[in-house]
């Protein structure tokens, strides 16, 4: 069965700073897509970034972006320039491309913004 | 105008009542999901279905049911609640063609 850690519960940055969350996930399969997910207070669940395995190239949104080492199955999430916004719940996730589209969430990083 | 509504947005409930949320989307999409969120555990799938006729359990489906009532609508039953039960519960839907899946602004669930 896959499994995704994500193994520090809780991280802060000065607004402004780089920040980098840690995901490691665990499968047999050579073919699946990663996510990372932001729930802020709101407590909605929004898409940040999402990568396909069969791509090499790492994949970028904005001030977002992820360092996919698939041999290593480490999927991290790289903040630039963080911004007050940026505080909320980040979830790491992991989708098969060969069964049913259930997603596996890690339990999350807490991350903070510090002003 | 959201895509994925839930309702209620917060429930307080006592044990052993009978409980249903509820979900609708506009997305036209097939498939539909209930994730449970607990502190510190993540997102867990409770059920999910991929169309009308098509519904399976997920890794906790224990003390809960479901309802496809039509493309666009989801529902989820506490026959009986019980306290810990109390959880955040997200309905998302999904589109196969772009690999990822749309949440619902969840709903706040407490047994006391």
């Known amino acids: 069965a896959q499994t995704v850690t994500q193994s520090q519960p809780e991280m802060s940055v000065q607004e402004a700073e780089t920040v980098t969350l840690s995901c490691t996930y665990d499968t047999s399969e050579s073919d699946y897509y990663l996510f990372w997910y932001k729930q802020p207070p709101s407590r909605q669940m929004i898409l940040v970034i999402r990568?396909?395995?069969?791509?090499?190239q790492n994949a970028t949104e904005n001030r977002f972006s992820v360092n996919f080492q698939k041999a290593a199955k480490s999927f991290s999430l790289k903040i630039s320039d963080s911004q007050l916004g940026d505080a909320a719940m980040y979830f790491c996730a992991y989708r098969s491309a060969n069964r049913d589209d259930k997603i596996i969430f890690g339990k999350g990083t807490r991350l903070h913004i510090l002003p | 105008d959201a895509d994925v509504t839930q309702t209620p947005r917060n429930r307080i409930t006592k044990t052993g009542k009978r409980i249903m949320l509820e979900c609708s989307q506009t997305k036209g999409h097939d498939r539909m999901y209930w994730y449970r969120q607990d502190p510190g555990l993540g997102l867990q799938l409770i059920y999910y279905?991929?169309?009308?006729?098509?519904?399976n359990k997920g890794e906790i489906s224990d003390g809960y049911s479901v309802s496809r009532q039509a493309q666009a609508k989801f529902s989820l039953s506490l026959e009986s609640a019980i306290p810990n039960q109390t959880a955040l519960y997200f309905c998302?839907?999904?589109?196969?063609?772009?690999?990822?899946?749309?949440f619902g602004p969840g709903t706040r669930l407490t047994v006391l």
């Open positions: 990568q396909e395995a069969y791509k090499q």
């Open positions: 279905s991929f169309d009308v006729k098509d519904i």
């Open positions: 998302a839907t999904s589109d196969p063609n772009r690999n990822e899946q749309f």
